[in-house]
Antibody
């Protein structure tokens, strides 16, 4: 069974750093892209970017480029999303998700398995 | 960046009836269009990709159609568990593989 298990909720202050995680199991972690999706309170889904754990190739949305960093440790089947300096506007639920397939098939940026979400709250 | 616009924002339909949700792209996305369902407090679930291919385990009452810039998700006979928010997503021209703003399907 494919599973993505995300780290727990975080409460941080503006200016603090944060790294949240997403551990995959039940499939070959290096063979599928992992994506990150933001959902601000009461709002819709925003595609942040994807990472290929095999070689850490990343593709960011321009809206998030430079604001977050995606990484992966294939030895422990875990992907990460990190911030160096949080803002109140980063308050949101963050989902990791596994791609349907490969970019060569055109389906690496859509997702058929999702983590449970990590709620990040940034408040002074 | 391709902008995806969904309509209506909210759709009220009775159980057992048909629901038709629309999604429009600001430029052609060919057939590279997916639909997701999100129930309250849950992660999204992939329903359809490639405009009309149902994802694994998705009931046949869900169907997708369209091409280019105009797409439709149809739910043929609404069940109680279908009342949720639905998002379309284009993946023809990315990053970003942008989502629509969502349609809330509520019980009439």
């Amino acid at each position: 069974e494919v599973q993505l298990v995300q780290s727990g909720a975080e409460v941080k202050k503006p200016g603090e750093s944060l790294k949240i995680s997403c551990k995959g199991s039940g499939y070959s972690f290096t063979n599928y892209w992992i994506g990150w999706v933001r959902q601000m309170p009461g709002k819709g889904l925003e595609w942040m970017g994807i990472i290929y754990p095999s070689d850490s190739d990343t593709k960011y949305s321009s809206s998030f480029q430079g604001l977050v960093t995606m990484s992966a440790d294939k030895s422990i089947s875990t992907a990460y999303l990190q911030w160096s300096s949080l803002k109140a506007s980063d308050t949101a639920m963050y989902y990791c998700a596994r791609s349907v397939g490969y970019c060569s098939d055109g389906v690496c940026s859509i997702f058929n398995f999702w983590g449970q979400g990590t709620l990040v709250t940034v408040s002074s | 960046e391709i902008v995806m616009t969904q309509s209506p924002a909210t759709l009220s339909v009775s159980p057992g009836e048909r629901a038709t949700l629309s999604c429009r792209a600001s430029q052609s996305v060919s057939s590279n269009l997916a639909w997701y369902q999100q129930r309250p407090g849950q992660a999204p679930r992939l329903l359809i990709y490639g405009t009309s291919t149902r994802a694994t385990g998705i009931p046949a009452r869900f169907s997708g159609s369209g091409s280019g810039t105009e797409f439709t998700l149809t739910i043929s006979s609404l069940q109680s568990e279908d009342f949720a928010v639905y998002y379309c997503q284009q993946y023809n021209n990315w990053p970003p593989a942008s989502f629509g703003q969502g349609t809330k399907l509520e019980i009439k």
